[in-house]
Nanobody, 115 residues
């Protein structure tokens, strides 16, 4: 079993930056593919960025060049550095851990981009 706790969300002005963290506990973090998803009000949850256990990375087109995902297996933590934030990035951001058919979610952290 994996427990995920996100942190780092908040209110930021357009063009600003935030760094989200997701701390994992309870299992072999390095074996999991990790991802960040977001969900805006009235919309479906969608993938923002993913980093596999082998280090392969992919991003949603909307965040390419602005967001960077990384992981520290020793700290059991995955990060999402978000730069050049836009109002349309406003959403609840969720951390996800996948291993085979198992998937685990954090409770989410709110990111609001507004002037």
């Amino acid at each position: 079993q994996v427990q995920l706790v996100e942190s780092g969300g908040g209110l930021v002005q357009p063009g600003g930056s935030l760094r989200l963290s997701c701390a994992a506990s309870g299992s072999i973090f390095s074996m999991y593919d990790m991802g960040w998803y977001h969900q805006a009000p009235g919309k479906q949850r969608e993938l923002v960025a993913q980093i596999t256990r082998s280090g392969s990375i992919n991003y949603a087109d909307s965040v390419k060049g602005r967001f960077t995902i990384s992981r520290d297996n020793a700290k059991k933590t995955v990060y999402l550095q978000m730069n050049s934030l836009k109002p349309e990035d406003t959403a609840v951001y969720y951390c996800n851990a996948k291993f085979g058919t198992r998937a685990h979610w954090g409770q989410g952290t709110q990111v609001t981009v507004s002037s």
